[in-house]
């Protein structure tokens, strides 16, 4: 019945779920979880690159369209496609309009496939 005093009581072990003969065969079990969340972490960095490099790219194009609508209005188409060659874009449209003297210009640029539009006037 009861352990008699200063009598060592035999430690409790917590049967497993579902019942296992052999405790020592679920060694190695986090091994999965470990290339599951490795391989996850991984999948994500990937993905932020990739986002974070068309934002890049967005951005160079928006920045490209801008220096080349203000090169356009000031002095012409040539000058506005030097200006977006110097900046890693392909001039790809543009169009001059022109009110007395004061000359509106609309261009789209092109940058590793993203595009972006900018507009630029010499009028005040």
Do not use: C
């Not at 405790?23 to 999948?43: E, S």
């Not at 110097?86 to 092109?110: C, F, H, M, P, Q």
């Not at 496939?113 to 009028?123: C, D, L």
């Amino acid at each position: 019945m009861w352990p008699e005093p200063n009598q060592p009581v035999a430690p409790f072990k917590a049967p497993s779920w579902p019942h296992n003969p052999n405790p020592d065969t679920d060694r190695g079990q986090a091994i999965g979880l470990i290339l599951i969340a490795i391989a996850l972490i991984a999948t994500t960095a990937i993905a932020v690159g990739l986002v974070g490099a068309r934002f890049h790219d967005r951005s160079t194009a928006q920045s490209a369209a801008d220096a080349a609508a203000l090169a356009g209005a000031i002095d012409g188409q040539d000058a506005a496609s030097a200006v977006a060659a110097r900046n890693g874009a392909d001039l790809v449209a543009y169009s001059e309009t022109r009110t007395g003297s004061d000359v509106t210009v609309s261009v789209e640029v092109i940058v590793d496939g993203e595009s972006a539009i900018a507009r630029a006037s010499t009028a005040p």
